[in-house]
């Protein structure tokens, strides 16, 4: 085994040779080889915390002396900048909570996610092994992106986003590589989310994908189970509106744990909805039975776009009149006619069917 030492190869008998005249402490040359990158890890680390350079026999003396808790230090001192590089963010347990408890993805994830992560101890006695990988497929707007969020926020683990157009910085060329080098890192980190949306766009079909397309499946069929094989705490979530278009070998079991569907809102959830938009307007008489039965076919999103019109048209009423205006019952009923639901009975359908073929759970 070899090493790079001021750009010239570097044998192992020579790396042990050097840190036996450094520290006076032997080693074989493969353990040497193996040593010789910590320890310079370990000399910037130093200099980093004491804003000089540190002399390599100080910090190959100090890196022996305290090997484990200088590893760890380093990790999560790489942690914290790989945290900041991908944007990671903290969800407050709220956006888990607002989630109403007969939503039946909330009941899935509750039981077959954050229970088995919480108590991982009951896990270990009865042989249930927590998800890794998992994958939420459903319509456009259902809430696929909240639930992964809520996941975050109920586990308090820091959540990461990447879309797949943060692996096309470099051109669409790069998207392999890109997606090979996040993944490596990201397979550093302890305790995190890690998120991508339209999954279809980098896990395409391989039989109706292009060299590219295929060559970027291929990449992540061999990054997810290299991902699942880490003894760290890493929760991948993908989403997909069209679970149809994944490739089928990212479908079979062992590779994504749970494959889990968000369909439209049921009237208990859209009346939490309904309750946390209402709480934030200035509002007279709401009849939220009516309003709650007439959005049968809105989204999560719809419903909040819903909102946002109703609110801007109580803003500008109070504007034009300057009088106090409180939204009620007719306003909504005047908005809502303008606002076209994402969800109809042949998407609802075409969801039962892939509910019935993809679910894994």
Partial sequence: MQQEMMGE????????????????????????????????????????????????????IDFLEN?????????????????????????GRE????????????????????????????????????????????????????FAK???????????????????ADGVDRMGANLRALMEKARNLDEAVLFIDEFEELAARREEGTRLDKSITNEFL????????????????CATNYIRQLDPALLRPGRFDLIIPVGAANEEERATILDSYLARLNTGEVDRHLIIKMTSRFTPADLEYLFQQVAQYAFEQELASGRDYRVTTATILEILPKIRPSLTDEIITEFEKDSITFSRY
């Fill in 95 to 146: 956006t888990w909570e607002a989630i109403a408890d007969s939503q039946p993805p909330k009941q899935i994830v509750q039981r077959k996610i954050i229970l088995p992560l919480m108590e991982r101890e009951l896990s270990r006695k009865h042989g249930v092994i927590p998800p890794k990988a998992i994958i939420f497929f459903g319509p456009p707007g259902t809430g696929k992106t909240h």
């Fill in 9 to 60: 190869p570097v044998s192992g008998a020579d790396l042990a040779e050097k840190i036996y005249e450094i520290s006076g402490t032997r080693f074989e040359p493969e353990a040497a080889a193996l040593l010789w990158p910590r320890i310079e890890q370990h000399k910037w680390l130093m200099s980093e915390k004491l804003g000089r350079d540190v002399g390599l026999r100080v910090a190959c």
């Fill in 222 to 237: 061999k990054q997810v189970p290299l991902l699942k094989s880490q003894g760290n705490q890493l929760l991948l979530v």
């Fill in 150 to 168: 809520a996941v975050a926020g109920a586990l308090s683990w820091w959540f990461i986003e990447i879309a797949p157009s943060m692996l096309m």
């Fill in 67 to 91: 090997m484990e808790q200088a590893e760890k230090e380093f990790l999560a001192y790489y942690r914290k900048d790989l945290l900041d590089e991908l944007g990671a963010q903290t969800i």
